[in-house]
């Protein structure tokens, strides 16, 4: 079993910055690409960031310039930073994973549960 843990959501006003974290456990061989997600009230789930194992990463045109993804492979963890924070950035942000489980299994995504960013102008 793997699990995807988010934290560092929160409420911010507009302008400000939050910083998401997200950590994978349990059983992993591996992980390739991971990234972040949004989904606003009513609204489909859109691809906020992506970034690959070896740091290659890209962004949405919304976000182009006020956010950043990073990971820390020894720790198994990616990392949203999220600068100059605009109203319509609020949504449930989600981290996913490709994840191989075993030398001998295919990789398969992983999403975690989701973590509120709000931010009030």
């Known amino acids: 079993q793997v699990q995807l843990v988010e934290s560092g959501g929160g409420l911010v006003q507009a302008g400000g910055s939050l910083r998401l974290s997200c950590t994978a456990s349990?059983?992993?061989?591996?992980?390739?690409?991971m990234g972040w997600y949004r989904q606003a009230p009513g609204k489909q789930r859109e691809l906020v960031a992506t970034?690959?194992?070896?740091?290659?990463?890209q962004y949405a045109d919304s976000v182009k310039g006020r956010f950043t993804i990073s990971r820390d492979n020894a720790k198994n963890t990616v990392y949203l930073q999220m600068d100059s924070l605009k109203p319509e950035d609020t949504a449930v942000y989600y981290c996913n994973a490709e994840i191989r489980r075993h030398i001998i299994l295919r990789s398969q995504d992983y999403w975690g549960q989701g973590t509120q960013v709000t931010v009030s102008s």
């Open positions: 970034i690959t194992n070896d740091g290659s990463s």
């Open positions: 349990g059983s992993i061989f591996s992980i390739n690409d």
